[in-house]
């Protein structure tokens, strides 16, 4: 299997970061390194991370000065050293074979670019059926309109510098706009597995508003095209309680 260089981005994520640095630090597959880039957070998220320095020896922690998500993706994808690319939210969860699931997958499929479905395993049964909704949707636009979720995204170094990476300018659906992109040179495909998300957002805002808000929002994508002016005032780690 490749080398893998993984690219987390951070914003005031303390009381979460550590559980996924404990899951990339169990995982089977071991050839990887982690690129913690954080956006200038109030709070010791660079802290806890450099805790696991011991436990995930090739482990990065960069500090922005700004903040954003593509902005952090993009800070990330400039500093690895290897040519697959794993891009994570601080608040995913990974079952210990995750990594050499997906990437036996990637090669298998021949995949340059790549999302992976969400999880809902220890949720309530409400948030199962919310979860089953998104997939279903992300499964179905794959072959036509391809959409994905931000939070774990698979690409490649050529791939990334041929998009120009993720649209800076792009508040909402950058995830989206970049599979989109990378789907007409390469074939996008969603990988048999699921990563778990953490519904934060989803108690916070509500089921129903949440769904609606991405349905309006890439409905918005289809007829209009990309959000550059943040029409939908969408703000980046949004959260009342990190």
Request: proline residues 2%; hydrophobic residues 40%.
């Amino acid at each position: 299997m490749s080398k893998l260089s993984i690219v987390v981005i951070t914003l005031n994520e303390e009381k979460r970061i550590a559980r996924l640095m404990d899951d990339l630090s169990r995982q089977y597959f071991r050839d990887f390194e982690v690129i913690l880039v954080d956006s200038n957070s109030d709070d010791a998220t660079c802290d806890v991370a450099q805790t696991f320095e011991s436990r995930l020896p090739n482990l990065i922690v960069h500090k922005m000065k700004d903040r954003g998500v593509s902005l952090g993706r993009n800070k990330g994808a400039s500093l690895a050293n290897n040519k697959r690319l794993l891009f994570l939210d601080a608040d995913v969860r990974l079952r210990a074979n995750f990594l050499s699931d997906t990437l036996t997958q990637l090669e298998n499929k021949k995949l340059e670019v790549a999302g992976v479905y969400m999880g809902s395993q220890a949720l309530p049964l409400v948030h199962k059926l919310g979860y089953m909704l998104f997939n279903i949707g992300l499964f179905t636009t794959q072959f036509f309109y391809p959409t994905a979720v931000g939070a774990c995204i698979f690409s490649t170094q050529r791939a990334h510098k041929e998009l120009n990476g993720f649209d800076e300018e792009i508040v909402l659906c950058e995830d989206c706009d970049y599979v989109k992109r990378a789907s007409k040179t390469w074939r996008f495909r969603f990988l048999n597995s699921t990563f778990g998300f953490d519904p934060r957002r989803l108690d916070q805002d509500g089921i129903v508003t949440t769904g609606l808000t991405y349905l309006k929002a890439n409905l918005r994508r289809f007829f209009l095209g990309e959000m550059k002016k943040n029409e939908m005032e969408y703000k980046f780690g949004h959260y009342n309680e990190q």
